[in-house]
């Protein structure tokens, strides 16, 4: 059975700082694409920062230069660290493990973790 398991989250101030985890079990994450999504209330999910399997990273331009996302195979798991948070950036943040193999994709979300940002 795979689990997508999120942590890390909880209230911040204006210019604080979390580092959000998404550990994995039943499968590989260095076999996965891997993204952090995120989903205001009233708005769609949106995807905030993927990464490959050879580590090639991408962001939105919202969160460009504040976030980074990285992996730990060792761990089998993924990190999103976020500084200089915002109002704007509060939402619940949820992973995401993507793989397309032998002609069928393979998604798996976790059940994500909510983000305060909030003086």
């Known amino acids: 059975q795979v689990q997508l398991v999120e942590s890390g989250g909880g209230l911040v101030q204006p210019g604080g700082s979390l580092r959000l985890s998404c550990a994995a079990s039943?499968?590989?994450?260095?076999?996965?694409?891997m993204g952090w999504y995120r989903q205001a209330p009233g708005k769609q999910r949106e995807l905030v920062t993927d990464i490959t399997t050879d580590g090639s990273t991408n962001y939105v331009d919202s969160v460009t230069g504040r976030f980074t996302i990285s992996r730990d195979h060792a761990k089998n798991t993924v990190y999103l660290q976020m500084n200089s948070l915002k109002p704007e950036d509060a939402a619940v943040y949820y992973c995401?493990?993507?793989?397309?193999?032998?002609?069928?994709?393979?998604?798996?979300w976790g059940q994500g973790t909510q983000v305060t940002v909030s003086s």
């Open positions: 995401n493990a993507h793989r397309i193999m032998y002609g069928r994709q393979y998604d798996y």
């Open positions: 039943g499968i590989f994450l260095s076999r996965y694409a």
